[in-house]
T-cell receptor, first 113, second 112 residues
Framework: DQQVKQNSPSLSVQEGRISILNCDYT??????FLWYKKYPAEGPTFLIS?????DKNEDGRFTVFLNKSAKHLSLHIVPSQPGDSAVYFC????????????FGKGTKLSVKP | SQTIHQWPATLVQPVGSPLSLECTVE??????LYWYRQAAGRGLQLLFY??????ISSEVPQNLSASRPQDRQFILSSKKLLLSDSGFYLC???????????FGSGTRLTVV
């Protein structure tokens, strides 16, 4: 049973517009959530995170929103740039700072010039 | 900050041959370590994790094994590779800060 789900395997957006990537989870015990970005043939890199006690975290063009009642989080990229084209993984943490992450299957974002 | 070294970057191996992928970590001590595999068009599958020397947990039954002979060394092995072992293998270490994991650059394994 998948505890972290990214239901859209791919998303295509025009340069300059907003990209919205979605993630749903089932376990209310997750204590924070993260987004990773992965280019082909490279390891994922950390992008942004949010604690379960927050509902929004912003870092430059990237904002993550958390809706605990809906068990849903989303990553907004504004404005989208061609260099943002990558696979984005949503992850949920349980067990505190030495716990394990559970990853979604990823969403491939394509930003077209 | 910690750095993950993973090698080789690419590997082509015949079916039935052995495998050894090595991962070493710098900049931290006693990290939790992980091996993931990303098959073509798929997500990240957790294969093994380790909380300390010689302490390995396997997440899925398979043709692979892992060992941690030293605190900052994590090795993925197989005695006889299968075609289905092809994929992109990633080593990761738990970050003590808010970034979750730090990943290595990965090994692309093709079994032919």
């Amino acid at each position: 049973d998948q505890q972290v789900k990214q239901n859209s395997p791919s998303l295509s957006v025009q340069e300059g517009r907003i990209s919205i990537l979605n993630c749903d989870y089932t376990n209310s015990m997750f204590d924070y959530f993260l987004w990773y970005k992965k280019y082909p043939a490279e390891g994922p890199t950390f992008l942004i995170s949010i604690s379960s006690i927050k509902d929004k975290n912003e870092d430059g063009r990237f904002t993550v929103f958390l809706n605990k009642s809906a068990k849903h989080l989303s990553l907004h990229i504004v404005p989208s740039q061609p260099g943002d084209s990558a696979v984005y993984f949503c992850a949920a943490n349980y067990g505190g700072s030495q716990g394990n992450l559970i990853f979604g299957k990823g969403t491939k974002l394509s930003v077209k010039p | 900050s910690q750095t993950i070294h993973q090698w080789p970057a690419t590997l082509v191996q015949p079916v039935g041959s052995p495998l050894s992928l090595e991962c070493t970590v710098e900049g931290t001590s006693n990290p939790n370590l992980y091996w993931y595999r990303q098959a073509a068009g798929r997500g990240l599958q957790l294969l093994f994790y380790s909380i300390g020397i010689d302490q390995i947990s396997s997440e899925v039954p398979q043709n692979l094994s892992a060992s941690r002979p030293q605190d900052r060394q994590f090795i993925l092995s197989s005695k006889k590779l299968l075609l289905s072992d092809s994929g992109f293998y990633l080593c990761a270490a738990r970050d003590r800060g808010p970034h979750g994991y730090t990943f290595g650059s990965g090994t692309r394994l093709t079994v032919v």
